[in-house]
């Protein structure tokens, strides 16, 4: 049986995605609704998955999310993803989530994490290897 793991690209130093948090994405709490950070965090993993192998991917699970904080208007979301994974034809991505709060006094605070699985498919919408092209001889 062949084995069909691959080597992940190492991790970036930035995140995948940046946004402000809006009065138009809370909860009748006053805190921004969790649905819409779930929306960012497949994003997040989506442009991690394209950066392993440019190729098209479906969202199969969210493994775990745990929600650590509450996040609040204003807040400035980043999202870090990082391949932990790549099979034949699934991509597991951890995805960390940052809120940078700029509210006396300003920090930052781990909010949300989660593990995502992608699937690569084809033009016919079935699964397809994924390939991990060299990075050009570089170090990886």
């Known amino acids: ?4 793991k691959k080597t992940p690209r190492p991790p970036r130093n930035e995140p ?3 946004v402000v948090m ?3 994405d809370t909860n009748a709490e006053g805190s ?3 649905g819409v950070i779930l929306s960012y965090i497949d994003q997040a993993a989506y442009v991690e998955a394209k950066r392993q192998a440019p190729l ?3 969202t199969v699970s969210m493994k ?5 904080e509450p996040v609040h208007v204003g807040d400035v979301l980043s999202l870090y993803a990082q391949a932990t994974r790549i099979g034949r ?3 597991t991505i951890s995805v960390q989530v940052m809120a940078e709060r700029f509210a006396p006094p300003p920090s930052t605070a781990r909010v949300t994490e989660a593990e995502v699985v992608m699937v690569a498919i084809g033009d016919d919408c079935q699964p397809r290897e994924i390939e991990i092209e060299s990075s050009g001889g570089s170090a990886s």
Do not use: K, L
Not at 1 to 4: A, F, V
Not at 64 to 68: A, D, G, L, P, S
């Open 22 to 24: 809006m009065p138009r």
């Open 64 to 68: 775990e999310v745990v929600f650590r």
């Open 89 to 91: 034809t699934s991509m």
């Open 56 to 58: 098209r991917y479906v």
């Open 32 to 34: 921004i609704f969790g």
């Open 16 to 18: 995948d995605i940046r």
């Open 1 to 4: 049986m062949t084995d069909h």
